[in-house]
Nanobody
Framework: QVQLVESGGGLAQAGGSLRLSCAASGRTFRTYTMGWFRQAPGKEREFVAAVSWTGSTNYADSVKGRFTISRDNAKKTVYLQMNSLKPEDTAVYYC??????????????WGQGTQVTVSS
């Protein structure tokens, strides 16, 4: 069982920045693929970014060039640095962990989410 706890959400102005953190349990964090997803009111949950155990990253087109995902294996934490925020980035952001390769493209564990609100 892996527990994920997000933090760092809040209110930002358009053009501003926020950094989300996700602390994970589990002794083999370094082998997990970690992802960030978001869900805006009335919309389906969507992929934002992911980082594999090798450090390779991928991003949704809507956040490329503005968001950066990173991981610190020693701290068992994954980050999402969000710059140049837009009102359309407003959503609940969820951290997810894929601990089993065969689960791909799905994820095995999810955090409870953190609210990000961007005002215009």
């Amino acid at each position: 069982q892996v527990q994920l706890v997000e933090s760092g959400g809040g209110l930002a102005q358009a053009g501003g920045s926020l950094r989300l953190s996700c602390a994970a349990s589990g002794r083999t964090f370094r082998t997990y693929t970690m992802g960030w997803f978001r869900q805006a009111p009335g919309k389906e949950r969507e992929f934002v970014a992911a980082v594999s155990w090798t450090g390779s990253t991928n991003y949704a087109d809507s956040v490329k060039g503005r968001f950066t995902i990173s991981r610190d294996n020693a701290k068992k934490t994954v980050y999402l640095q969000m710059n140049s925020l837009k009102p359309e980035d407003t959503a609940v952001y969820y951290c997810a962990a894929r601990v089993t390769v065969t689960t791909a493209p799905n994820y095995d564990y999810w955090g409870q989410g953190t609210q990000v609100t961007v005002s215009s």
